[in-house]
Nanobody, 124 residues
Framework: QVQLVESGGGLVQAGGSLRLSCAAS????????MGWFRQAPGKEREFVAA????????YYVESVKGRFAISRDNAKNTVYLQMGSLKPEDTAVYYC?????????????????WGQGTQVTVSS
């Protein structure tokens, strides 16, 4: 089992940048693929980005491609989401999640472990 704690959220102007971090407990972090999801008010939680256990492969929702970058440091048990060129529509609570296995990285139902979320607000 793994426990996840996100940090780095906040208020930023449109066009700005933020870096989210997700620290994982346990000694088997490198066994988990990691994902970032977000949930805006009144909307369903949606996939944002994912990274494989080794970090070699990454996946993004179309709306953030070229603006966001997911990375991980297995020595520090941490996954990051670097967000740039932020837009008001990026405003949401951002969650990191962990899963075993190597298919369907974009499906939130495949992730059994979740953090508590961190708020990102982008002002226009």
């Amino acid at each position: 089992q793994v426990q996840l704690v996100e940090s780095g959220g906040g208020l930023v102007q449109a066009g700005g940048s933020l870096r989210l971090s997700c620290a994982a407990s346990g000694r088997t972090f490198s066994s988990y693929a990691m994902g970032w999801f977000r949930q805006a008010p009144g909307k369903e939680r949606e996939f944002v980005a994912a990274i494989t256990r080794s970090g070699i492969s990454t996946y993004y929702v179309e709306s953030v491609k070229g603006r966001f970058a997911i990375s991980r440091d297995n020595a520090k048990n941490t996954v990051y989401l670097q967000m740039g060129s932020l837009k008001p529509e990026d405003t949401a609570v951002y969650y990191c999640a962990a899963r075993l296995g190597s298919t369907s990285y974009t499906s939130l139902n495949e992730y059994p472990y979740w953090g508590q979320g961190t708020q990102v607000t982008v002002s226009s």
